[in-house]
């Protein structure tokens, strides 16, 4: 098995999981890390075993026999060391967001396929319980869709450093969170046409970890409605204000709907003219007909994010949620700042192939009675 070196390009403490991910997998070597300071780039790399640090990602990729780098930066500054190592002919994996301006994620996505490169943008949304939510969006189960909501809310980030400085994230809830709920209705349902939006500060003065009080000028307070072909709308929310995390996905079809991690379960199936054969029998919301498809969900592989990307470099494959897919999530959430800021509806440009093919007919609702 041919060995596959990664450079890590952000040594903070989101890069943990990575380099832990990594340790887990045959093949696989971290062989160097990079930093903005040395010393944490250093202290880095001596507690994973790693033989070279540097505080210059450039150096590390001309003078490293790289196959791909994982870029766990700031959000603002995952676009240069990504195009840096596409440019490279490198494979990249690169956190969430893609990138703080929809240009820079384009560029991103054009400069990966002119190098064939592997290209793996966060989230990674391919749980087993998402995978088998995408075998039920049929309209044998909950009929034609007719809209859905997703939210992904919070107190708001505990840290201090720059979740809440503008300056340095370009971006808050919307890049920092509303990009996990998004991502996974988009997966499911395939590309939307417009969004509308209403963004703000809505706590400027905070109290965080430790009791610290801070300002902020980031938006916290988000609500997209985005609209598919077929005229549903599905209400997208973020909120950094609430007492509890609430991070949940509801598909509503005429005849049924389709819950992930709703009222403490991770995935179900509300179906009024199926029962679905083998799966838990659970009350939801209070209504009976409701299932828990446990073989379905156990059938999927529980891949993690590095194992995907690997599996994708060992394949020569594009990852099942493409550049392009993200792509489109990322101009709905820039077309989000745009509509707060002119009040008007964002059209999108992007489309993508979806990874899970609906049936064409399910977002019909007006050529029938139903």
Not at 74 to 87: I, K, M, R
Not at 125 to 146: H, M, N, Q, W
């Amino acid at each position: 098995m041919k060995m596959i070196r990664i450079g890590m390009i952000g040594c903070g403490h989101v890069s943990e999981r990575y380099f832990q991910q990594a340790a887990q997998l045959e093949g696989v070597r971290i062989a160097a890390v990079s930093a903005r300071r040395l010393e944490s780039a250093a202290q880095k790399a001596a507690a994973h075993g790693v033989p070279r640090w540097y505080d210059d990602y450039r150096l590390m990729i001309d003078k490293e026999e790289l196959d791909a780098v994982v870029v766990t930066t700031p959000h603002s500054v995952h676009a240069e060391p990504v195009l840096a190592a596409l440019d490279k002919g490198l494979h990249v994996l690169n956190e969430k967001p893609m990138a703080t301006s929809f240009e820079d994620c384009t560029r991103m996505v054009r400069l990966a396929e002119e190098k064939g490169s592997i290209f793996m943008s966060l989230p990674f949304d391919l749980s087993p319980a998402v995978l088998a939510a995408s075998e039920f969006v049929d309209e044998r189960y909950i009929g034609k869709i007719t809209g859905a909501e997703a939210q992904l809310s919070l107190p708001g980030p505990w840290r201090d450093n720059w979740y809440y400085n503008k300056t340095i994230s370009h971006g808050g809830a919307v890049l920092d969170c509303l990009v996990y709920p998004l991502s996974r209705l988009i997966a499911l349902l395939g590309p939307a046409v417009s969004v509308m939006a209403e963004v703000n500060t809505l706590i400027p003065n905070r109290i965080v970890g430790g009791g610290k009080k801070v300002q902020s000028d980031v938006d916290d307070n988000v609500s997209l409605i985005i609209t598919f072909a077929g005229g549903q709308h599905a209400v997208i929310r973020t909120l950094w204000g609430m007492a509890f995390k609430q991070n949940n996905l509801i598909i509503y079809g005429r005849s049924g709907t389709i819950a992930l991690n709703d009222s403490g379960i991770p995935m179900v199936v509300q179906s009024q003219g199926q029962v679905l054969p083998g799966a838990e029998q659970v009350t939801w919301r209070g209504n009976p007909d409701c299932y828990i498809p446990h073989e379905q969900i156990a059938s999927h592989p529980n891949e993690d994010v590095m194992a995907h990307f690997i599996s994708c470099l060992r394949a020569g494959k594009q990852p099942i949620q493409s550049g392009r897919q993200q792509l489109h999530v990322h101009e709905i959430m820039f077309g989000a700042y745009r509509s707060a800021e002119s009040g008007q509806r964002y059209e999108l440009t992007t489309t993508f192939t979806p990874w899970e093919q609906l049936q064409p007919l399910i977002f019909d609702t007006r050529s029938n009675y139903i």
